[in-house]
């Protein structure tokens, strides 16, 4: 065959979490399971169909509105809604219009247009990511143009925060530097900030005019819908410039309907208007404007009361699950006589839990028990049942 043009391109890696996602689907045997990929499931191991997306959904097809274009930036109420949600009501940023929000692909799509943008108006990209953080941070600023660094944060002798370290980190970065930060539920390790470490990550960004980009793909799986979005409020009382990803995906179970918003808070709502034109661009020139169905249900819901007050339901039970099966891991483990004590794990946010496994036990508990985890250790608790949970504890105590 005549040489092609493609004999240049090297095979990707399999991605470390949805490659592994698809490895669990084909793998035969019956009592697998699946703690890579964050995803809730029900004690039945099921995705749900919230009650709330249920009923939105019933009301948008009764409706029988014809598919057609969304604006460039979403569905218009949605952008209102998400606003409520990270500022609170009575926000100065939503009084005063300074804030533009776009309809996003789901948290990733987001933090790309996000990306994209700053990419755009930065002399030296540079950004900071947390060390360790979703793997998929790093790539996506890489790919739109940034240089990508880290700064300290999880402490594997505590099991806590690197605090000290983390503020010096930040304090060394040269300004306009992103810096990249998990709003609540830190993704993979389950450790958060506490209030007044935001505090002291917020006045070392003002002062050192770092850019704060703050990833929230989890609001409501810490400890509820307004106190996950504590950090959120602590930027936006300094009153500085930052941006917001925010994912639909995990807290309406709306996962392939890819839903998502970029948030970019700035000075004024002149700035405000001439930040939209530009994200607009962005998005224009990637995939011309987003899809419907998801944006509409969010914006259903986040628009109407009643709604609301039903999504909060719903939270509350995938959340309070995941704290129950938190709490069932550890007690399991140390009951069957576990090497190792694993009592952190119930103080940890959101769906995941950094269990301290190494790679090779990792590899162990996927081989030898079909226990899919990502190699960091990190486990998604949120697919724990009452059902899978003391197979699973054994497989971990078998792998220590
Ligand atoms: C995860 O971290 O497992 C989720 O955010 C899914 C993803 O896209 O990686």
Request: glycine letters at 8%; a neutral charge.
């Amino acid at each position: 065959m005549a040489d092609s043009i493609f004999d240049v391109v090297k095979q990707a890696p399999d991605d470390p979490i949805l490659g592994l996602n698809e490895e669990f689907k084909t793998d035969p045997r019956e009592n697998k399971v699946n703690l890579s990929i964050g995803v809730y499931c029900t004690e039945e191991g099921k995705v749900p169909l919230l009650n709330v997306v249920d009923t939105a959904e019933k009301q948008m097809v009764a409706e029988g509105a014809p598919h057609t274009y969304l604006p460039i930036s979403g569905v218009p109420a949605l952008a209102t809604g998400v606003q409520k949600l990270l500022f609170g009501e009575d926000s100065p940023i939503i009084k005063e219009k300074r804030a533009a929000t776009v309809q996003s692909l789901g948290g990733t799509g987001a933090l790309k247009v996000g990306a994209d943008f700053l990419c755009d108006i930065l002399e030296k990209p540079k950004a900071v990511v947390s060390a360790p953080t979703w793997q998929n941070h790093v790539a996506i600023f890489e790919q739109a143009g940034f240089k990508v660094g880290s700064y300290a944060y999880y402490d594997k002798e505590t099991g806590g925060i690197a605090f000290k370290k983390l503020i010096d980190d930040l304090k060394d970065l040269k300004k306009d530097t992103v810096v990249i930060l998990h709003a609540c539920c830190h993704n993979p390790t389950g450790v958060d900030l506490s209030l007044d470490q935001w505090k002291e990550v917020v006045k070392v960004c003002v002062k050192g005019k770092l850019i704060p980009f703050l990833d929230i793909a989890y609001q409501g799986f810490g400890d509820g819908l307004e106190e996950d979005a504590a950090s959120i409020r602590e930027f936006a009382k300094a009153g500085i410039p930052f941006l917001v990803a925010s994912s639909f995906s995990k807290s309406f179970s709306l996962y392939g309907e890819r839903i998502g918003a970029l948030t970019v808070v700035c000075n004024n709502q002149e700035e405000a208007s001439r930040v939209m034109s530009k994200l607009k661009s962005c998005i224009r020139a990637n995939y011309s404007n987003p899809p419907m169905h998801g944006g509409v249900i969010v914006a259903k819901v986040l628009s109407d009361p009643e709604l609301l007050k039903v999504w909060h339901e719903d939270l509350k039970e995938m959340r309070v699950r995941i704290k129950q099966m938190r709490r069932a891991l550890a007690d399991e483990l140390k009951t069957i006589g576990a090497k190792k004590d694993f009592e952190f794990m119930v103080k940890q946010k959101g769906m995941f839990s950094f269990s301290g496994l190494s790679p090779e036990q990792v590899q162990r508990l996927k081989d030898e028990f079909g226990v899919y985890a990502v190699k960091s250790g990190r486990f998604c608790i949120a697919s724990l049942n009452t059902k899978n949970v003391k197979y699973t504890a054994k497989a971990i105590k078998e792998v220590l």
